[in-house]
């Protein structure tokens, strides 16, 4: 993949979405035309696998400028970049005295840490599972995460801090290069990514002694391609926590932020995963819980995709961790078109509310069975066929109904990180009131 800068963010993490380099624009260096964002776009398509590109001449490693500050400021500039430690620290406390932990934060906008200041509640502690459930041990992927213990659909498996939060994509500033310097577009985001890793260094020295340890531990699948070792790091460990942003936010080059964790990091990926993961900015924390039923020692996988991705589209998003995914989804031919299938036949419109109650309950089944088979428990279609049986279940088969109503709650809370009652998945059907219509139309037997 050829380096440049991005205009797509990633799903997971630090990873590179391809874009053509025809797309991007150019600016020029020196009278040199470099296919780049504009400087100072933090949106960066970083090289994978080996590169043998060098440094520019006569380039000379600047730390980009940042400011640590205290764990409530958050009136600074957007783009400038701000170091502190989340939640707050009292001076002389170590990791005794907060088992939760700390997260070493860097921030590019402000936004990305008033989100977490004005969430009410902050900074309370994390809600542990009741006993440990997961192990770090040998994979068939290098080393993987474990359950310890048969573990129901929805459970919460683990809550943890981030070591480190980070932006999303890396806050380019324009590299030191000597006037009159003669540089490929490739060369300038390799030396952006030196400085890059000169700022990392800081941050990671402000980590505790146990946690930097820990950050060090962690697999390294970018050796080769020009990033650091903190960087590299972060590229095939982070986790997309807070990128979620709004399109005004992406439009400023906000795409939110990275985390990189001591055990979810070790989590190997599945386009079938059988945990998901969500980010509670209360407690500064990820949670992950079961999305199905999982056996004592079964290997837990997260996905790293999007599942409901075309696989041609998944392998690419995935080539950035510099694996090729080998899964049975992948490698079935025939999964895209199931996957079609699946999304073609969750629609309540005419048709399906003169369908027969029965054939209803039938329907959703039928594809609720498909999805389980294959283990695509993480497709939101799976909650809307599981709206489907709960609603046609209702007042006619109470066994069933029962059966699929604590389904849906337990898939809501793994994938939704909330205890929710009752949810509504199905296009069209938003409210208590709209189902009522719903069955109203629905034909009595
Ligand atoms: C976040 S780390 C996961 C932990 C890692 N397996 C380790 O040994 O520390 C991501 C790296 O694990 C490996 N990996 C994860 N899932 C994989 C899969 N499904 N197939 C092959 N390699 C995988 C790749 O090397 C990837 O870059």
């Known amino acids: 993949m050829k380096r440049g800068f991005l205009n797509k963010p990633p799903t997971r993490g630090l990873v590179d979405p391809p874009t053509q380099t025809e797309d991007l624009p150019v600016i020029e260096f020196n009278g040199i035309p470099i296919h780049v964002a504009q400087i100072g776009q933090p949106l960066v398509r970083l090289a994978i696998g080996k590169v ?81 459930r997961h192990r770090v041990g040998p994979s068939s992927f290098g080393t993987g995460v474990f359950a310890t213990c048969d573990i129901q659909m929805g459970q919460l498996i683990l809550s943890e801090r981030p070591l480190l939060l980070s932006p999303v994509c890396i806050p380019v500033q324009e590299p030191n290069l000597p006037k009159g310097a003669t540089v490929t577009s490739d060369q300038f985001v390799l030396a952006q990514m030196n400085d890059y890793e000169e700022l990392l260094k800081d941050c990671v020295d402000h980590m505790e002694p146990e946690n930097r340890e820990a950050f060090f531990k962690l697999h390294n699948s970018h050796t080769e391609d020009g990033s650091g070792p903190i960087f590299g790091r972060i590229r095939t460990n982070g986790i997309g926590i807070m990128s979620k942003t709004s399109a005004e936010q992406k439009a400023a080059g906000n795409y939110g932020c990275t985390g990189v964790f001591n055990v979810a990091s070790y989590l190997n990926h599945s386009c079938t995963p059988n945990v998901t993961q969500t980010f509670s900015r209360k407690t500064l924390s990820m949670q992950v819980r079961a999305l199905r039923n999982i056996k004592k020692d079964e290997e837990l996988f997260m996905s790293y995709c999007d599942v409901g991705d075309p696989t041609a589209v998944r392998q690419k998003q995935l080539q950035s961790y510099g694996f090729q995914c080998t899964c049975r989804v992948c490698s079935d031919p025939t999964t895209d078109a199931l996957l079609e299938g699946i999304r073609d036949n969750t629609l309540l419109d005419e048709r399906d509310s003169r369908r027969r109650v029965k054939s209803m309950i039938a329907h959703a089944e039928k594809w609720l069975a498909q999805i389980e088979a294959v283990g695509w428990q993480q497709l939101k279609e799976y909650g809307s066929y599981l709206s489907m049986a709960t609603i046609a279940t209702m007042g006619k088969d109470s066994a069933k109904h029962l059966h699929y109503q604590a389904k849906q709650e337990a898939w809501t809370e793994a994938m939704y990180g909330e205890p929710v009652k009752m949810r509504f998945f199905i296009p069209g059907l938003s409210s208590p009131s709209d189902l009522k219509s719903l069955l109203d139309a629905l034909p009595r037997k």
């Open 52 to 132: 043998n590109i060098p440094l520019p001449e006569n380039y000379e490693a600047r730390k980009p400028f940042y400011r640590t500050v205290e764990w409530d400021e958050t009136g600074f500039a957007d783009k400038e970049i701000y170091m502190t430690t989340l939640p707050p620290r009292k001076s002389g406390e170590t990791l005794a005295d907060n088992p939760d932990n700390w997260t070493q934060c860097l921030f590019n906008f402000a936004e990305q840490k008033r989100s977490i200041l004005s969430t009410p509640g902050f900074p309370s502690r994390m809600v542990r599972p009741p006993e440990v």
